[in-house]
């Protein structure tokens, strides 16, 4: 079983940074493709960003390309996603998402196994 822990969400104005953070635990971390997916109120769960097992392929929805950053320490079992020019519809809860049967999860919720808590995201205008 693996384990997945946000940290780094939080209230910020519009233009602000954050940088998320998910510690994996139960299953070697190098065997795992990444993924964040967010979901605002009312609305269904959407893809962000997701980083393959090696970190050397990567993806990004539209509305975040060229703004986040996601990136994977695989010394500390850590995947990271850096959030720049944050605007008021970048609000959600984000969740970090795992899964051991793909060399690179993709945009789809349903190839990920492994998936956690959520930590809110609120931007101000």
């Known amino acids: 079983q693996v384990q997945l822990v946000e940290s780094g969400g939080g209230l910020v104005q519009a233009g602000a940074s954050l940088r998320l953070s998910c510690a994996v635990s139960g299953r070697p971390f190098s065997i795992l493709t990444m993924g964040w997916f967010r979901q605002a109120p009312g609305k269904e769960r959407e893809f962000v960003a997701a980083?393959?097992?090696?970190?050397?392929?990567?993806g990004y929805a539209d509305s975040v390309k060229g703004r986040f950053i996601i990136s994977r320490d695989n010394n500390k079992n850590t995947v990271v996603l850096l959030m720049n020019s944050l605007q008021p519809e970048d609000t959600a809860v984000y969740y970090c998402a795992a899964d051991s049967d793909r060399y690179y999860g993709g945009t789809y919720p349903t190839n990920y196994a492994y998936w956690g808590q959520g930590t809110q995201v609120t931007v101000s205008s």
């Open positions: 980083i393959s097992r090696s970190g050397l392929s990567n």
